[in-house]
């Protein structure tokens, strides 16, 4: 396995050329993995980036741990009666989360591509965050726009609903999105296998395959052994029992994937 400096040095290189162009990204991601007989590999699949975090995490300074337990000792059993309550727990745990489990990268500033136009825009987070009052429809409190690298969060799932929503379910929410975005931008496609099974299997199929629920399941596990909060556990065990459900579905053990529990992921619902 590649030391932690040469992976970081490969995130950082796919970050600071963002490109802003889901299309051009994946392009260039492709022209990087045409290039795996060079002597040092360069690109890494799902498997790869999966094992990179929690090795990563498993190192990770006591300061930002305890940084994080006492932004949630202060939300602890809360009702969030003010959006603005909401809006800083997402961000304050978007640079916890980012510090601790993401190599600090989803949040690093980079430069869009000049456009037509004269000025040249300004730097911005790798992923950008957004969040919003309520979801006009109902149901969801978080998305990840892959087109555009945003993370969307809402306060409540619908208009009059309040308090907001229960911080721990924010919390697992951005966690859950946080984890699309980087599968989505730091996974190469189809490095060893040419019709691209592995990314199926793990990444896309869903949206929440194996390594999705692999890594949302380590997050939610290392919340709650820090916490002690019985919401992440009680989450972190229902990503345990599904990631098990799958893979039992992929060896051919079962007939099919839970579809309900599919349907339940895509809705956001928590």
Known sequence: MPSESEVLRHYEAVADNFTGNRSAMQEQREQWASRTLAPQREVYDAQDVTLFLKKYCQE????PIQDLVRRYENVRGQ????FDEVLRLVEDFMRSFDELFFFGLLRRQVQPPVSDADTIPRKRPMVELKV????????????????AQIIQMWAARRILDRPYCKPEDLIATLAHEMVHAYLDIFVDIGLDDNDGTKWINWVHMYGHSEMFLELHWFILDKLYSWTEAGRFSDLARADRQSLEHWRLAMSGAL???????????????L
């Open 60 to 63: 990770a300074d006591h300061m």
């Open 79 to 82: 009702n969030l009666t003010s």
């Open 132 to 147: 919003f009052e309520h979801w006009d429809d109902g149901g969801r409190l978080g998305s990840y726009d892959k087109e």
């Open 255 to 269: 007939e099919s994937h839970d579809d309900q529990s599919e349907a339940d992921w895509s809705s956001g619902e």
